[in-house]
């Protein structure tokens, strides 16, 4: 119990030492992980096993359209995402659940994230830049982008003391994301992407 406590009270805070770089305010980021690709995916949820095609592609500066299929063209869904509108195109009846809705969004709207973005900057020991973007009362993103880059390679969803669902991205010279891995802490979803050139 004593030890239990004294986590609590000194954190097993997951962002606990963020310092704001000065002067702390509000600056715009392009965190864009994602605009024109496609995508093998695979989604792994309780122990079944979905597999597919993910075409990310951006209609207009703050438009992003998502649509995924089975390998013979199947359509599972199809999604158009702005900077602050989600609509449904097309879900499959089965899937058409609004919590399996609200996370798949919410996934993938932290890759493509179209539209401008503004959030607070922490600095890291010069290895990368942390942007800290408010999405509700008490949830937020944070976007590791390294110093040599302007595309995130670490995406964070969560409160101020841990993180929900984890983003790892692995980029190429250029910038384009090859694998992209998210995992979410309180369920068991793991999604997958690799890019298929």
């Known amino acids: 119990m004593w030890l239990i406590s004294c986590c609590a009270i000194t954190g097993c805070n997951h962002?606990?030492?963020l310092t704001a770089t000065p002067p702390i305010e509000t600056i715009a980021f392009s965190?864009?992980?994602v605009t024109n690709a496609k995508y093998l995916t695979q989604f792994d949820i309780y122990g079944k096993h979905l597999s597919g095609i993910m075409l990310f592609k951006r209609t207009t500066d703050s438009t992003e359209r998502i649509v995924f299929t089975n390998e013979m063209g199947f359509k599972f869904f199809?999604?158009?995402i702005s900077a602050d509108t989600f609509k449904t195109?097309?879900?499959l009846d089965r899937m058409n659940k609004p919590y399996i809705v609200n996370t798949l969004y919410r996934d993938l709207a932290m890759l493509c994230a179209p539209g401008s973005n503004h959030g607070v900057m922490f600095n890291n020991n010069g290895e990368y830049n942390l942007y800290r973007q408010q999405l509700s009362k008490n949830e937020y993103l944070y976007y590791y982008i390294p110093s040599n880059?302007?595309?995130p390679n670490k995406i964070e969803m969560g409160?101020?003391?841990?993180?929900k669902v984890v983003a790892t991205i692995s980029n190429d010279s250029t910038g384009e994301a090859q694998n992209i891995d998210i995992q979410h802490k309180n369920i068991k979803l793991r999604v997958r992407f690799t890019l298929i050139k």
């Open 15 to 17: 962002y606990r030492n």
């Open 31 to 33: 965190p864009a992980v």
């Open 78 to 80: 199809d999604f158009e």
């Open 89 to 91: 195109i097309y879900m």
């Open 149 to 151: 880059s302007s595309t």
């Open 159 to 163: 409160t101020l003391r841990k993180a």
